[in-house]
């Protein structure tokens, strides 16, 4: 892996101009260096790969322009080690084969041009051109890209750290492990110890609702564990807008809706089956069943039923207890509200199952309910 760039090593990788010019002729490196020079290009010679290995170890040169036929090593061979080794030198094929095999072997190798000998300068002036243009892209690009990976890496640091922590250690003790990710779902959704029992609803919800839907005890006991790092991406949230009590602007809920990709994205790319799963529930338990929920706009049951179960269970909690903003609604009240939306917002079948089992809502509910100030800590 490569070391992200500073600015300043950026900048001056892309002020840089200089080209090296390689070719077994003296002539036609003069008649190379005769038509740059004046369009700003500064340019050295070497007669060889041996010359030019060494000028690329002393020098920094953003274009090499090279033969492809040379005493020794062969100017093919070369550039493809040179990029190798260094992505950010460009090259550019020279040689007085016109062959479009040739020409498509240095494109595979990785050149930006192919200048066919006797040449107009035209030809030689627009391929440099092109190939210092395509450069600076491709180094913007990576600095941009480098960069936006490091800005991620920071933010995420901990809670990566306790991910990799978690597929490194399957064996260990459940409890363990669970109680890790309920920490890390508390930090990252509120920053507020006191949604630990928004986690234990919201999971056993979930768990409920799968089992009584027919998923296997695995699925459902994965789905449990996995439901508690549903709103994971909101540490990407600022705090003024995800602190924010009342109801959010239209361009604040813009940037609390990014939450489910952002979420998606520290989760996915496991090996490890829980992450999957929780990836999956994280990107999808904002879609809704008509197809008008978010990120992705995701209609029925093209809608993975994690998300789906993760949706309704969301929302139940979500109006059975209180919030800043609005009191804890009775059983029946809620069950009203959400009937409302069946097949609009939630799976209608998946609904009625979840409103069958009203006991064992209540029993979660209460089991988890929310702290008075003399309570004491919830025991996981």
């Given at each position: ?109 990785g050149a930006f041009g192919y200048i066919v000998k006797p040449f107009e300068s035209s ?258």
């Open positions: 892996m490569q070391t992200p760039l500073d600015r300043n090593a950026h900048q001056a990788l892309l002020d840089n101009r200089n080209i090296l010019i390689v070719d077994d002729e003296e002539p036609i490196r003069r008649v190379i260096g005769y038509l740059l020079s004046p369009h700003g290009y500064p340019v050295d010679f070497a007669a060889d790969a041996r010359e030019a290995r060494k000028k690329l170890d002393t020098h920094p040169f953003a274009l090499m322009l090279c033969d492809v036929n040379m005493p020794g090593e062969s100017g093919m061979d070369l550039v493809r080690n040179i990029l190798s080794e260094r992505p950010e030198t460009a090259a550019i094929m020279v040689t007085g084969l016109d062959s479009s095999v040739l020409a498509n072997a240095a494109i595979e190798v030809e030689v002036l627009i391929n440099v051109a092109n190939a210092l243009r395509r450069r600076k892209l491709e180094l913007e690009n990576r600095f941009h890209r480098e960069n936006l990976e490091d800005i991620v890496r920071t933010r995420t640091v901990a809670l990566q750290q306790a991910l990799d922590w978690l597929e490194r250690s399957e064996k260990e003790l459940r409890l363990s492990r669970e109680e890790t990710i309920q920490r890390l779902a508390i930090a990252a959704e509120f920053r507020d110890s006191s949604t630990a029992r928004h986690i234990h609803r919201m999971s056993h919800y979930c768990e409920l609702l799968a089992r009584r839907c027919g998923l296997s005890s695995d699925r459902c006991d994965l789905i449990r564990t996995a439901s508690p790092m549903h709103d994971i991406g909101k540490i990407g949230t600022p705090d003024h807008v995800l602190l924010k009590p009342g109801k959010f602007t239209q361009e604040e809920f813009g940037v609390i809706a990014q939450h489910a990709e952002i979420g998606y994205r520290i989760l996915s790319g496991s090996d490890a089956e829980l992450l999957k799963v929780a990836a999956v529930i994280a990107y999808t338990h904002h879609e809704r069943f008509d197809g008008t929920g978010y990120p992705r706009g995701l209609k029925g049951e093209a809608i993975p039923i994690e998300g789906r179960i993760a949706s309704i269970a969301d929302a139940f909690d979500a109006l059975t207890t209180q919030r800043v903003y609005k009191p804890a609604f009775e059983i029946g009240h809620t069950i009203d509200l959400m009937l409302k939306h069946r097949g609009e917002h939630f799976d209608p079948e998946l609904l009625d199952i979840f409103f069958s089992s009203t006991d064992e809502l209540v029993r979660i509910r209460d089991q988890y309910a929310d702290p008075t100030p003399s309570d004491p800590p919830l025991d996981s």
